[in-house]
């Protein structure tokens, strides 16, 4: 190694030029250090070439700091993949509580519907549900609180307050009252 170090020494002398670069280094506490090595070319009075000058500055923290930061980032990613994959599944879940468009078309001529959450999920939704083997239907358009995670619990929830209330409505007698409907709900 020294012969090498040497032969780039006299080049850069030979040239007056400089280098740095990292270089691992055995120290006398018998570990191998990350270091910085500098060196500059400088001249003598009359401009020639003379010698180098240089240092090693240990540089082993920064470097542990900077793996352990990769590593950091690494698990920061990996959970952000699964979470977003996780919230993704839920929205395919969710997608599953609102109407599809055949329950539309038994009903109107003509139609439309647009569900978009502010989020992958959100908290707005509608229902629409027959009662009274056909003859009457239900729609709901609730907008909930909250966007987001939270809003799609929610969205949850108002699904399983829906279905109650529904359910309490085919097997009932009463005439459909939006009164007692939102006093359900509240």
């Keep these: ?3 090498r170090y040497n032969a ?8 007056g030029l400089a280098l740095a670069r990292e270089q691992d280094m ?3 506490d018998n570990k191998t250090h990350h270091t910085l090595y500098s060196v500059n070319c400088f001249h003598n009075s009359d401009g020639k070439p003379a010698g180098l000058i240089g240092i090693f500055t240990d540089i082993t923290e ?8 990769a590593l950091t980032k690494q698990k920061v990613e990996a959970i952000h993949k699964q979470t977003k994959e996780s ?5 395919f879940i969710q997608h599953t509580l609102i109407p599809s468009n055949t329950v539309f078309r038994k009903y109107f001529k003509e139609y439309f519907a647009i569900w978009r959450p502010k989020d992958i999920v959100g908290g707005d939704v509608y229902f ?5 083997n056909g003859d009457s239907c ?20 108002i699904k399983a307050i829906e279905s109650q209330i529904v359910a309490s409505l085919k097997y009932s007698d009463e005439e459909v009252s939006p009164a007692k409907i939102l006093s359900f709900f509240n």
């Design 1 to 3: 190694d020294r012969q």
């Design 8 to 15: 780039e020494d006299m080049t850069l002398i030979a040239g």
């Design 26 to 28: 055995y120290f006398v």
């Design 62 to 69: 920064q470097k542990n700091t900077m793996s352990e930061l």
């Design 87 to 91: 919230i993704e599944y839920a929205s």
């Design 128 to 132: 629409f549900e027959e009662l009274d």
């Design 138 to 157: 239900i729609l709901m358009v609730i907008d909930c609180t909250g966007h987001g995670v939270h809003g799609a619990f929610l969205t949850m929830l």
